[in-house]
């Protein structure tokens, strides 16, 4: 039905359509070349095979991983799921293969192409998480803590347990631009959120006087005999300045309205 | 005098404290509390000089009763004075915390009156955070040496972390510069703190809720290249102190001329960058690598080569102990190849178990083959028709401007010589700060 070489999946974009692709592929004895998303712009000469997502396909495979490669892969393809990878989820299907192949060893295969290249890029996003758990920024407004960040992976599902601990008895928003998502907490309770934009008020008298005091200490802090622009650069890339309050280049306004995402903090 | 005022004057006073790492210890917030601990620490920012803010560093004081010659508050130094109250201490650390600017306080002090009073102060800023805020976040907090034991016993309470600086590597270095402290000022509180960890472990086994007394250990820093001693002394008194008082961590900060004194190197001198990076270098390789101090440098060699990393230097000294086979040796020889660390060691030892690793395999596991290639075999293969000359090895370890200046400190030696990278480094060497390097190796102080 489907000629092999060209065989195009296109799935919901969700970790059950994804697996309900690993289904069919094993269904189907075939593997599929790429595995678009439903608004990928058809620039293929050949039709993609829709992958229905169907949660009990999709639970058999769940349950078979850990089953087969043990729990450590489950959860590295969950996180592999989250990273800015290029076809990140045909790369997924592929190690799931080698998995069911290999068993549990497929997680020390660090030198086969498609484990290595999975490894790859979930080293980059457990990288970007870490960095971000210290460079996000709060500023307050009504005792409401809201941060923005522009992630090239999807991080806030990695963040969420660090911010609910450090923060257990506030209320807070992290809203990740690149995504349109958000991560929301209020004591106990927590969820991510799509958002489509954020407007910030202007900050009081007492946001504005810590910022002005982060920034001195910040400015204070350097000992001018070791200035090291280079040194500072490679551990904290330029793009993660934006947000950044020490560089005072937070966007006085920005579109998002607080009243509107203050009744998201109540689900 | 307002608080920007204060912090500007406090956080100058304490910017040349290192160890300002929010790292040992994991822990979150109970009920009603604030704040939470990562064991890998976590950073917040990186200053123009590039290294990690991940505490509000700052001084209780800057008024000293003290007159060290190295310091910028040594009491004979005319400089604007401050104090924080605890209770704006612990409002701005509050404060900065809920914003994600830190990950906790990071608390020194000049001696205010006495030891006593000034610890006095900073348990009082301690007690707020800790009692009226809940803060569970990471505190980091200088003991003074001579303070009485039973303060330093509440202080430790309600840190994370406490810290005695040594200073000076070496007592004769201490009484030319810091007359008013002593090694037994120094080394007494680190002992105790040492011994009430030590008791608390095993409180916390027989109490589960025991308090914690000081859980991400201690740590001490000590400053380069203002005295004579030399870097083999200092690696041996880094290593005696993990080993007699389980230090998590010793710090080195590179001398910065911030005083003038005639028993101190001129204003202009560079800081011996270069020397306090070795050091670090060769920490590690005590910590993590299973090196002794001896193995790096010893009676005859007491610098470090300013051009080799010392795990260079050393392989470069025990051809003997390669080449190593990849796919065979166990993990802890790994480690001693140049261009592995210990995060490529740990997963040539996994992958090699599913699979023979070829040289391109090791490139994958991020091994930096350029180094490693002279030191290693795959599969019984060494790289190609390659022939390891010392020249050779050289170059692949230095850019060509190094060995170029490498070769005119050192003049090529015959074949049959050894490798003389253990002699002691020339004083005059062209791209390096010459008066710092020489002041640093030899001043007779």
Known sequence: MFDQSNLIYRYDGSFDGLLCCVFESYDKKEIPTEIILPDASQTFLFAAK???TDMEKSSRVLASIPEKMGCDALNFIRRAFLTCAE????YILLFLRLGYRYGRSIMGMLTDDTVNTLFKAVKHLDNESHLLKG???FSIFNNILVAQ??????VLPLMTQHFSERYPEERFLIYDKTHGMALVYQPYQSAIIPIEDLELPEPDEQEQSYRELWQLFYDTIEIQGRHNPKCRMSHMPKRYWKYMTEFGSLPKKSPLKLEDTAKFLIP | MDVFDK???????AKYDVACTSSGVNKKASAGGIGSAAASGICHSFSGDGRCISLLKVLMTNVCAYDCKYCVNRKSNDTPRASFTPRELAELTINFYRRNYIEGLFLSSGVL??????TEQMIEALRILREEYRFFGYIHAKAIPGTDSGLIARLGMLTDRMSVNIELPSQSSLQLLAPDKSKHSILAPMKYIQNRIQENSTDIIKYRHAPKFVPAGQSTQMIIGATPDTDFQILNLTEGLYKKYKLKRVFFSAYMPVAENVLLPTLDTTPPLWREHRLYQADWLLRFYGFTANELLDQQHQSFNPFLDPKCNWALHHMDFFPININRAPYSDLLRVPGIGV?????IVIARRSAT???NDLKKLGVVLKRAQYFITCGGKATGSLKITQDKVLQSLMSEKTLGMYHQSFPLQSQNKQLSLFEQPPMILSGYPQEDLQRCLTSPI
């Not at chain 1, 076809?87 to 045909?90: C, F, G, S």
């Not at chain 2, 995060?343 to 997963?347: D, E, T, V």
């Open chain 1, 135 to 137: 460079f996000v920024r």
């Open chain 2, 357 to 359: 690793l070829q040289f």
């Open chain 2, 7 to 13: 912090l500007k004057i406090l956080t100058d006073a």
């Open chain 1, 50 to 52: 829709e992958i229905r």
């Open chain 1, 149 to 154: 960040i522009e992630p090239k992976n999807y």
């Open chain 2, 343 to 347: 995060n490529s060691a740990k997963r």
């Open chain 1, 87 to 90: 076809k990140k989820e045909l």
């Open chain 2, 113 to 118: 009156k006495n030891p006593d009073y000034t």
